[in-house]
Every structure is written in structure tokens, then in C-alpha cells.
């Protein structure tokens, strides 16, 4: 991929993260707590995905695989601080129990850490590309 395609992509991919923010902003808001771990979790995904883009790191085509890669090019060498290597890993569980597990309900208390958690990771992602 040439540099200008990937700088659209990487922006694409940003904008994307912040689009859903908002939306997790506003389900939060709303109180609706499994609609607002879903879009939280998909605000950092994305961000992510473009920060792989932008450092030439091959996209993960599954869910563990991004929080592997994340992990093993960021947060190990010290690029990311451990705490938001492992809330990644923490909000996609959260996101799978609030999209899938039809016995569990996240509550407001769970899911409160996570909102400025997300926004700091969106933002450091942001300030490395």
C-alpha cells in the first residue's frame, strides 16, 4: 500500500474510533450499559487497527489477535503503559459478555472505569501515529 492510502486508511480508521465514541458516550448516557461496552470497545479497536496501520503491523483479522499484537508491539516495550494493555484485553471480555452472554447485565459501576480508560487509549494511540 502506498503512503498516501495508508495515511487515508489510518485517518479513516480514527475517525471511525471517535465516531463510535460518541455513540458510547451517548449510550452511556442513556444508560443502556451493554450498548456503550460495545461502542467502547469498538472506539479502541479501531484506533488501534489504524495504529497498526500507520507502523506497517500487519491488521489482526481476530479480536485476541489485535489485543496479542497491541501486547507484544506496544505495551512490552514499554511504548504503552501495562494499564491500558490490559483494560483492552479487560473491555473486549466485557463487550463479548455484553453482545453474547444473555445471563449476564453490565452494571454502571463495571463499565465507569472504562469510559476514560477508552478515551486515554484512543488518545495515546492517536499521539503515536
Known amino acids: 500500500m502506498d503512503e498516501e ?33 460495545n461502542r467502547y470497545y469498538y472506539a479502541c ?27 507484544l508491539h506496544f505495551v512490552k516495550p514499554g511504548i504503552v503503559e501495562p494499564t491500558l494493555g490490559s483494560f483492552l484485553a479487560r473491555m473486549m471480555q466485557l463487550r463479548q459478555k455484553a453482545d453474547y452472554n444473555c445471563f449476564y447485565d453490565i452494571k454502571e459501576e ?15 494511540v492517536e499521539d503515536l501515529i
Not at 110 to 124: F, G, H, T
Open 110 to 124: 463495571e463499565l465507569r472505569d472504562y469510559v476514560l480508560l477508552s478515551k486515554s487509549l484512543i488518545q495515546k
Open 45 to 71: 479497536y479501531h484506533a488501534v487497527q489504524g495504529l497498526f496501520i500507520a507502523k506497517n503491523i500487519p491488521i489482526a483479522k481476530k479480536h485476541a489477535s489485535v489485543v496479542n499484537l497491541f501486547s
Open 5 to 37: 492510502n495508508k495515511k487515508i486508511l489510518v485517518r479513516l480508521q480514527i475517525e471511525k474510533a471517535h465516531h463510535f465514541l460518541q455513540q458510547a458516550d451517548e449510550m452511556y448516557s442513556m444508560r443502556h450499559w451493554d450498548l456503550a461496552a
